[in-house]
């Protein structure tokens, strides 16, 4: 990190993962100083999302920020969540792919076809500045449409049946 820089973004982390970060200088002769005292964080758990209703053209989608268990009382930073991308594809490949708010949940995405399975995913952008995982692939499988046939039909009765 050069000296003249302030911040330093470190990638690759795992979600709701305790981490112990220390810093030290170099000087331009190339020695090392003493490394600072450790700082603790704790990462931020992925966003998980589930299935309220399921018919046959529709479903909707509810997503939550879950809160990691932080027994050590560790700083979790001071991001806030601006929006999320939401993303349907079934096997055909991508069907929905669209940015919510928090104010949008839960959200219903309509167009499907019956009896298909579609995989629902979600993430977060932080800050409006960066995106964190896609959630745990959630599969769905829409309802079949009905059918219906008639048994019986009589003057005044007619039995059904729906298969």
């Not at 219903?108 to 399975?117: I, K």
Request: hydrophobic share 35%; glycine share 6%.
């Amino acid at each position: 990190l050069p000296a003249d820089q302030r911040e330093l973004k470190v990638y690759g982390l795992s979600p709701a993962t305790v981490y112990s970060v220390q810093l030290r200088a170099c000087s331009s002769s190339g020695e090392w100083g003493q490394w600072s005292a450790p700082v603790s964080v704790l990462t931020r758990a992925t966003i998980t999302c589930r299935a309220e209703e399921v018919a046959e053209d529709y479903l909707t989608v509810v997503w939550e920020k879950p809160r990691a268990a932080n027994e050590g009382n560790y700083p979790t930073g001071r991001g806030y969540v601006s929006t999320y991308q939401l993303r349907v594809s079934s096997r055909e490949g991508l069907h929905t792919e669209t940015f919510v708010t928090d104010q949008e949940c839960p959200y219903r995405v309509s167009g499907l076809n019956p009896n298909t399975y579609y995989c629902v995913e979600i993430k977060a952008n932080y800050n409006d500045d960066e995106w964190g995982l896609w959630s745990t692939p959630l599969w769905c499988m829409t309802m079949r449409s009905l059918q219906v046939s008639t048994e019986v039909i009589s003057e005044e009765y007619l039995s059904l049946i729906h298969i």
